[in-house]
Nanobody, 117 residues
């Protein structure tokens, strides 16, 4: 079973930036699309950004122009660069391999992002 480990979260002021990383225990990125999800307290988990094996990307409307998903297949790592952060971006962020929008793997522990106003 592939394990996913997210890191890079933290506390940041509104307007600040963070870069999240997601490392897989073995090579999967060249096969599957990858995605970042987030879950805020009391809300359902939502897909924030996705990147296909060919490098095409898609974003949640509310993060377009602020977040950038990328990946390094050689390092089995996917990234989420988050700029111009807003308090409503506060959530636990998770990554996963996906087919269409369906997550394939067991969820990791996630990484907490807290944006203060």
């Amino acid at each position: 079973q592939v394990q996913l480990v997210e890191s890079g979260g933290g506390l940041v002021q509104a307007g600040g930036s963070l870069r999240l990383s997601c490392a897989a225990s073995r090579s999967i990125f060249s096969i599957y699309a990858m995605a970042w999800y987030r879950q805020a307290p009391g809300k359902q988990r939502e897909l924030v950004a996705a990147i296909t094996s060919g490098g095409s990307t898609n974003y949640l409307d509310s993060v377009k122009g602020r977040f950038t998903i990328s990946r390094d297949n050689a390092k089995n790592t996917v990234y989420l660069q988050m700029n111009s952060l807003k308090p409503e971006d506060t959530a636990v962020y998770y990554c996963n391999a996906i087919i269409a929008t369906r997550p394939l793997l067991s969820w990791g522990q996630g990484t907490q992002v807290t944006v203060s106003s």
